[in-house]
């Protein structure tokens, strides 16, 4: 069964209204395009690519639905495609149950990384050229890393293609270029304006084939390095790219990055310039008009562990060390969501906990980095 429609404003806003008393104000935010998110969302990177896992994820996406979570993020690549078929089977799963609409839930994924089906090949170079090389969706120089990311636009087409079999919808709300600044490391700056502005309009035309509703860009380095390294990427240069494709109409409207504790250049370092001023990656994005998702908002489970000095006076009511670190996140002006990577029950119930807890004030933020 293939899940119709997207994620539309009036949905979002009633899935949000459910809640009630059960979630603060500030648990749900708005998104450039109307829709309304929960402040914690759902990451299906982690794991090992087993039934055992996925059964466990399944049972995580239908608590957190319940609980106040209705942003799931994924990608192709991630657990050789089990995380976009075990999401999508536990949407329709939840939706036949009565639970949940599709237009309630925003469902994000990702591409430009080689998907392998199932687990690696014994010759994954040999498997690239069979299935994008000599059928012709990407030739072998488009292809950065050892033949591990494309962002070619034939390459991404069947990549949206696969992401929507695999979650079995018919329209993505969020599709991201995955970490585009694979190319950027490995190309010169001009060949990667090319390709992203090439990889810009085959995503405008997915808007218009109705596949994908909105897009972006999820990084890793990109927004927060040096302008002076290989892999910086600035933010008002794929806006200007954005607007080259589409002008005013055009779906470039959100941004991943990673931000947490202990990695905390996303807000701190003013390395983005827009205009005349240098800005944090998240105030640029905030000032070009674009929502502003969190990746690795635990760092992989490691702020889920006392390893850091007591931080219970600057998030009171947050009772465990991941709640806190949550807390923290989804409390930093201009994010709009922070994704948790919760593969069990337990996990969704402690971070969850949360929507009864108002975020903190922003200026509590800015007061932990100053000396």
Not at 314 to 335: E, L
Request: aromatic share 10%; net charge negative.
């Amino acid at each position: 069964m293939t899940l119709r429609g997207c994620a539309t404003p009036e949905a979002t806003a009633a899935y949000a209204a459910r809640f009630g008393g059960e979630a603060v104000p500030g648990h749900f935010r708005l998104t450039v395009d109307g829709l309304t998110v929960s402040s914690i969302g759902l990451g299906t990177y982690l794991g090992e690519p087993s039934d055992e896992v996925d059964e466990r994820y399944q049972q995580a996406i239908e608590r957190a639905l319940a609980l106040g979570c209705n942003h799931f993020d994924t990608a192709v690549n991630y657990r050789f495609q089990r995380s976009e078929r075990l999401l999508g089977r536990a949407l329709r799963d939840a939706i036949k149950r009565g639970d949940v609409q599709r237009d309630e839930v925003i469902v994000a994924t990702k591409g430009g990384f080689v998907p392998f089906d199932g687990g690696l090949p014994p010759d994954p170079r040999r498997w690239v050229h069979e299935h994008y090389i000599e059928p012709g969706l990407a030739h072998a120089n488009e292809f950065a890393a050892t033949y591990q990311h494309c962002l070619a636009p034939d390459f991404l087409d069947a990549m949206i293609d696969q992401s929507c079999e695999n979650l079995g919808v018919e329209t993505i709300d969020i599709y991201y270029l995955h970490n585009p600044e694979t190319q950027r490391i490995s190309n010169t700056h001009e060949t990667f304006r090319r390709r992203m502005l090439d990889a810009f309009e085959c995503l405008e035309e997915a808007v218009a084939n109705g596949a994908i509703m909105a897009y972006g860009t999820a990084t890793w380095t990109a927004y927060r390095s040096a302008p002076s390294t290989p892999d910086y990427v600035s933010l008002t240069e794929m806006m200007d790219l954005a607007y080259q494709v589409a002008g005013d109409d055009n779906h470039f409207r959100y941004v991943q990055m990673p931000y947490n504790l202990v990695m905390t250049e996303a807000f701190a370092l003013q390395n983005q310039q827009v205009g005349q001023e240098f800005l944090s990656p998240i105030e640029a994005a905030q000032q070009l008009g674009l929502t502003v998702m969190v990746s690795a908002t635990l760092k992989q489970g490691l702020l889920a562990t006392p390893f850091m000095a007591d931080l219970s006076p600057y998030f009171p009511g947050a009772q465990t060390d991941a709640q806190k670190a949550v807390q923290f996140v989804r409390s930093t002006p201009g994010v709009t969501s922070a994704l948790v990577g919760m593969s069990r029950v337990e996990h969704v119930e402690e971070n969850l906990a949360l929507r009864r807890l108002r975020p903190i004030d922003g200026n509590t933020i800015r007061g932990m980095f100053e000396p």
